[in-house]
């Protein structure tokens, strides 16, 4: 017997098996200590059922998270403590930033960027990779949606792969397809709006320092060195991972690309108007908090421009298009967090971390930081880990004497390193296509997780931080 019963695989029974015995031993296992809530044993307990969840598709992602915190608010806190995630404007910013990323992508407005910068880097392998990344950079800083830009970034990718007559089993297939995810995740934190779990952060970094959060510009000051190296060493994985192959004919690339660009016409008005909305919603998020109101508010409010008459660019059908589940999942990852600091786990993790981190300087607690990262990110989706870890990784800065904003872009650089697809949403996605060969990809992760990323921790990041005064 292949099945255990109509539509229920022998596979199926194992990851339910799994998804139930995991969670039952962490609860037996974890010890209560004097002073620690006795709540935190079944907390770790129903939030680790659901990463399994997730990782293991035993359900939908949206329908588990639901349970979460459904579990939460009978068995472990108040329901006003868990629903909490919904008074933030973190999923409100997620909802405006599905609505922006649809009208981008049903314009074409994002893909006519996006090939007219890969053109003007000009038709050779090496350039076209290098014009993802530019792409990439551009599209982070004025779409705040990364599923939207990897959508894009696969698409081209796959068309090169077929207009090129590239066998999608190859290496180079697997590099360009990697390219696509590198110029989505890659460019990604040099920009504060660019991914919902750098707003996280930021957030967390301020309220364990009691300051206000950095602002768009200090971000970028913060960052945008350190992730253009961080980019550029994606590039040069790219090459790694194709190895020995070549293109055929280099002039195809840059034809395929020109006859594509030629198939959308002329700039429309929709374009127009889609990329006119959004600036106004950017300078709305930057200028607001000078009017003393909350920037990501005051953004996802003007997206709902596109609705209004004249620009109608969005329709009651089109909503109901967007991934809404996806919002439901993140709000969701968000009460991870929240009910963590309820509950006192960043208290207890930050009395567990910060004996074995005491005395060993701002060194170790950054690459420890960035190995965190690297470790939760084997059981948890980024957004939970830095929901869930964010809070008490930026008080265990404080408690050491580090830089809180230091200690949270180290471990999102942790968050953001793989090597299988059920990692991270990015990586599964574009394995799912086809388009990309496992083996291929691993050795070039592989290398950045453990040896690229803690050398430039330690020779980059560090040593820009100390010259403009973060550390």
Request: net charge positive; with cysteine; hydrophobic share 55%.
């Given at each position: ?189 040099a920009f504060m709006t660019s991914m919902l779990l750098q707003l996280v952060g930021a957030n967390a970094a301020a309220v364990a ?263």
């Amino acid at each position: 017997m292949s099945t255990v019963s109509a539509g229920f695989s022998r596979s199926d029974a194992i990851k339910w098996a799994a998804s139930i015995l995991v969670p039952v031993l962490v609860y037996f296992c974890i010890p209560v200590s004097e002073g620690m809530n006795p709540k935190i044993p079944l907390f770790l307990a129903i939030t680790v059922w659901a990463v399994m969840s997730w990782a293991l598709e035993t359900m939908p992602s949206s329908v588990s998270a639901i349970i979460m915190v459904f579990l939460y608010s009978v068995f472990v806190t108040k329901p006003g403590v868990v629903f909490s995630s919904f008074g933030t404007f973190l999923p409100w910013i997620a909802f405006a930033g599905l609505i922006i990323a649809d009208v981008l992508h049903r314009t074409g407005a994002a893909k006519r960027i996006a090939i007219k910068i890969m053109l003007w880097t000009g038709s050779s392998y090496a350039c076209a990779m290098l014009g993802f990344l530019l792409a990439g950079f551009v599209l982070s800083s004025i779409m705040p949606a990364s599923q939207g830009r990897l959508i894009i970034f696969t698409a081209l990718g796959m068309g090169m792969v077929d207009a090129l007559g590239v066998d999608p089993k190859s290496r180079m297939s697997s590099s360009i397809i990697m390219a696509g995810l590198f110029a989505t995740a890659a460019t990604s934190p040099a920009f504060m709006t660019s991914m919902l779990l750098q707003l996280v952060g930021a957030n967390a970094a301020a309220v364990a320092s009691g300051q206000e959060p950095v602002n768009y510009g200090q971000w970028m000051y913060h960052q945008a060195f350190g992730c253009v190296v961080y980019a550029a060493i994606a590039y040069a994985l790219i090459f790694m991972i194709r190895g020995k192959e070549r293109l055929r004919d280099r002039g195809q690339m840059r034809q395929m690309l020109t006859e594509r660009l030629a198939a959308m016409g002329s700039v429309s008005r929709d374009e127009v108007k889609g990329l006119g909305v959004l600036v106004i919603a950017m300078a709305g998020f930057l200028l607001a908090p000078m009017a003393k109101l909350d920037g990501g508010f005051v953004f996802a409010l003007l997206a709902m421009v596109y609705f209004l008459p004249g620009v109608n660019l969005m329709t009651a059908a089109d909503l109901r298009r967007l991934d809404m589940p996806f919002v439901i999942f993140l709000t969701a990852c968000i009460s991870i967090g929240i009910v963590a600091q309820n509950i006192g786990i960043d208290k207890a993790l930050a009395g567990i971390l910060l004996p074995l981190l005491e005395g060993q300087g701002e060194t170790m607690a950054l690459i420890s930081s960035y190995f965190t990262g690297v470790a939760v990110n084997f059981i948890l989706t980024p957004m939970a880990a830095m929901s869930a870890l964010c809070q008490p990784m930026a008080q265990l800065a404080v408690d050491l004497g580090v830089s809180p904003q230091a200690m949270l872009y180290t471990f999102s650089y942790g968050l953001d390193q793989y090597i299988f697809p059920y990692e991270i949403g990015f990586f599964l996605y574009i394995f799912m296509t086809g388009y990309i060969t496992l083996r291929h990809v691993i050795p070039a992760l592989a290398l950045r997780m453990f040896i690229i990323m803690p050398i430039f921790v330690v020779a980059v990041l560090m040593p820009y931080w100390k010259l403009i005064d973060v550390l």
